[in-house]
């Protein structure tokens, strides 16, 4: 990243091989100064309630040195925690047109999901993965795998996470998207091994609890569906999903 930003370094030093010191070192400083802010924005993208301090140096940064792609990718992601998802896909839209590469396609992928808009999403994930030498290939295939299970396709969607797997095996997300993936495939047996996996690193992901349960309850355990809303009661700091864990618990009762 930091190659990249500073490139243009090179390129004015060659084209002002004949001129001052003083007037190489101005766009020297200038991109310093602007690379300085845009660490500052990112830092304070990592910190709970400092999004408009993101927004004010990631801002800076843009001025100083206009449409940097990793400054228009991180003001692209400040838009979307700010859930302005139009000025989010302004910003994606302009980083890739000013030389984004696979960081921003990944971005971008995951904020089409979000939208919906699953074949875009497929289009973008892929132009990530087309760079091997992109490091984060776990998150290119799991925007894949989310926008491949968008459009129903669940065995390339199932494939797409298992290859994230591979990528990043310590990421519990992953086998919560796979176990996903293979309850909405009807695939209710691996769903579950999947399930009780994820749920002994995340043992209060209601999101998890709650298809886990279905599953037990489609496969006749209800003993286990009932097991799976205990233990969530007791891991779980919500007083709204304590209320839910009992009123699923009192729904299995009445039927057994």
């Not at 924005?41 to 040195?65: H, N, T, V, Y």
């Not at 792609?69 to 991180?74: F, G, K, S």
């Not at 091994?193 to 209800?222: C, D, H, M, S, W």
């Amino acid at each position: 990243m930091r190659l990249t930003y500073f490139s243009f370094i090179v390129i004015s030093a060659l084209g002002l091989s004949s001129c001052s010191t003083s007037i190489k070192m101005e766009p020297e400083k200038l991109n310093k100064l602007a690379y300085t802010h845009y660490q500052l924005g990112i830092d304070a993208l990592g910190k709970e309630g400092m999004l408009p301090k993101a927004f004010d140096e990631l801002l800076q940064s843009d001025k100083l040195r206009p449409n940097q792609p990793v400054v228009l990718n991180a003001l692209a992601f400040a838009w979307l925690l700010r859930g302005d998802m139009k000025k989010s896909e302004g910003y994606y839209r302009k980083a890739i047109q000013h030389g984004g590469g696979a960081l921003t396609f990944t971005n971008y992928a995951n904020l089409l999901n979000r939208l919906h808009r699953f074949p875009e999403a497929e289009t973008y994930a892929q132009k990530a993965l087309d760079d091997p030498r992109y490091p984060h290939q776990d998150k290119a295939f799991i925007n894949l795998g989310d926008a491949l299970l968008g459009q129903d396709r669940f065995e390339p969607a199932i494939h797409a996470y298992q290859q994230a797997e591979l990528f990043n095996s310590e990421d519990p997300i992953i086998k919560f998207k796979l176990a996903h993936a293979y309850y909405q495939h009807g695939q209710l047996i691996q769903a579950q091994v999947l399930y009780a996996i994820f749920l002994r690193q995340q043992p209060g992901y209601r999101p998890a609890v709650e298809e886990l349960t279905q599953a037990f309850l489609k496969t006749n355990k209800r003993q286990l569906a009932s097991q799976t809303l205990t233990t969530f009661s007791q891991h779980t700091t919500s007083s709204m999903d304590k209320a839910w864990a009992k009123k699923q618990l009192d729904s299995i009762n009445r039927h057994d």
